[in-house]
């Protein structure tokens, strides 16, 4: 059974770092390509960050790029996302996701990704 489950959320302020954790069940972190979503308070739900197949790649969203990092750990199974610089407009609830293929297209779509997790909260104060 797949799961993700999704933590490290937490209140922080303008300028402050965080890490969040995406704990995968159920299958091989590495054999597929994951991705971090977000919704931001009466936004649609965008894309942040991708990690290909086996971390041979690594996408961002121009708002988060340089500031975020995507990576997966092989032993524990969990992929994360390291957030430097917060800013307010960061503020969202954050989501995991595997994509359901391996093939580095549509990585921004939601319908390329077959599992989701619940969400963690991050909100930024400024």
């Known amino acids: 059974q797949v799961q993700l489950v999704e933590s490290g959320g937490s209140l922080v302020q303008a300028g402050d770092s965080l890490r969040l954790s995406c704990a995968a069940s159920?299958?091989?972190?590495?054999?597929?390509?994951m991705a971090w979503w977000r919704q931001a308070p009466g936004k649609e739900r965008e894309f942040v960050a991708h990690?290909?197949?086996?971390?041979?790649?690594?996408n961002y969203a121009d708002s988060v790029k340089g500031r975020f990092t995507i990576s997966g750990d092989d032993a524990d199974n969990t992929l994360y996302l390291q957030m430097n610089r917060l800013k307010p407009e960061d503020t969202a609830i954050y989501y995991c996701?595997?994509?359901?293929?391996?093939?580095?297209?549509?990585?921004?779509?939601?319908?390329?990704?077959?599992?989701w997790g619940k969400g963690t909260l991050v909100t930024v104060s400024s």
């Open positions: 159920g299958f091989t972190l590495s054999e597929y390509a």
């Open positions: 996701a595997r994509k359901s293929s391996v093939l580095a297209t549509g990585i921004s779509r939601e319908y390329n990704y077959d599992y």
């Open positions: 990690i290909a197949y086996r971390g041979t790649n690594r």
